[in-house]
Structure formats: C-alpha cells, structure tokens
C-alpha cells in the first residue's frame, strides 16, 4: 500500500513538473506575401520555412522581403516567458551556419500578450527587413545561392532565475537553452543576374576570346 502511494507521489510530481514550465510552441513569419511556419512541428497549414526554397531572385528588380513573425509561447505555475526577439541571418548556402549569436540580426518584439490558457503570443507586423541588403552583388554572370537562417527567442523565467528559451531545428518546442546547441531554420534563395548584365558578361567573354586568337 505505502508502494502505491509513494508511486501515485512521484506521478504527481512528474505531471506537475510537465505543467510546471515554459516553452515555444510555433514560430511563424511573412516572406514576400506568404507565410510560413518554421517548423513541420508546429500547428498550422503553413508551407514550413526549414528546408524550403524561396525562389529565385534578380537583384535590382526582385525583392525578399519578411513583413512578418511571431512567436507562441506556454507559461504556467508561476513561470514566465518575456523579452520577444527574432534573430535572422544571410548567408552564402555554401557557408556554415553559425552558433554564434553576434552573427545575427535581432529585432526585438517586446513582451508578448495572453492568448488564454496560460499562453502567449508576440508578434511584429508591417516589417520590412530586406533579405537582399547587405549581400552585394554577385559577379556576373554567376548564379548565387544564398541561405536564411532564423532562430526564435524568448525570455524565460523558471526556478528561480532567467535564461533563453531559443526555437531551432534541434529543439523547436520548448526551444533549446544554450546557443552552442542550435540548429537554425534555415530556407534557401537564389540570386540570378539581370538578363542585360548576363548579356553584357557574355559579349565580354567572346571579345576576350576573339582578341586571344588574334
């Protein structure tokens, strides 16, 4: 008998540490007019963003634009989530992706708001980060593919002290504590060369080569 209640003991501790706790449980953002959700994992009938293929893109009159993205997150028995943030990188598909979180972009989103049950929800809207700024232009007439990665962070309070709860692919809900440990989403694009620039470069390649046979 004593076996069975100190049995029946240790599963209510175990559902209440379950219960007791923060975590995210969906990221979602806008790019170019269509959004999706970061992970396969998350609630949604969103095109997912990890593994997707943006498209591609002619710099100078193309655009890749995220106008959108939020974060869901769980609180409960005193635990909180706050401090919203979305970390985004551009990169060349053929680099690593990195661990580091100098090497990304935040933009804060504040604290979120209660969506009932505990959770909450924060959001920015009316966005305009430019997914092309700062990659340059790629020598023509070479075809470019570059990489976003994109990690979800919220603060989180739990036992007493502060830390970072952070959506990637290796923990996508509740979202990872350590940066070392994350994997981002990651979608890829495409830069393609201005049909004219592309021109331009090829007549350049036949006069070379006609002023070497000379």
Do not use: C
């Amino acid at each position: 008998m004593k076996l069975k209640n100190l049995i029946a003991g240790f599963a209510l501790i175990a559902t209440s540490t379950s219960f007791g706790a923060t975590g995210i449980f969906g990221g979602y953002l806008t790019v170019s007019g269509i959004k999706y959700k970061s992970s396969s994992t998350y609630g949604g009938g969103e095109p997912t963003f990890d593994g997707a293929n943006l498209g591609n893109i002619t710099v100078g009159s193309s655009s890749l634009v995220i106008s959108q993205f939020e974060t869901l997150t769980f609180q409960n028995s005193g635990h909180s989530t706050f401090e919203f943030a979305f970390a985004y990188r551009v990169r060349l598909a053929s680099s690593a992706q990195s661990t580091n979180p100098s090497d990304f972009a935040f933009v804060g989103m504040g604290n979120g708001v209660t969506i009932g049950g505990g959770d909450e929800k924060a959001e920015v809207t009316g966005a305009t980060i430019n997914l092309l700024s700062g990659i340059g232009t790629p020598p023509y007439p070479t075809t470019t593919v570059y990489a976003v990665d994109i990690i979800h962070k919220a603060g989180a309070y739990e036992g007493g002290s502060n830390f970072e709860r952070l959506a990637n692919v290796n923990n996508p809900n509740p979202g990872g504590t350590s940066w070392a440990g994350t994997d981002a989403f990651t979608a890829n694009f495409t830069v393609v060369p201005e049909p004219s620039a592309a021109l331009l470069g090829g007549l350049g390649g036949l006069l070379l080569l006609r002023r070497r046979r000379i």
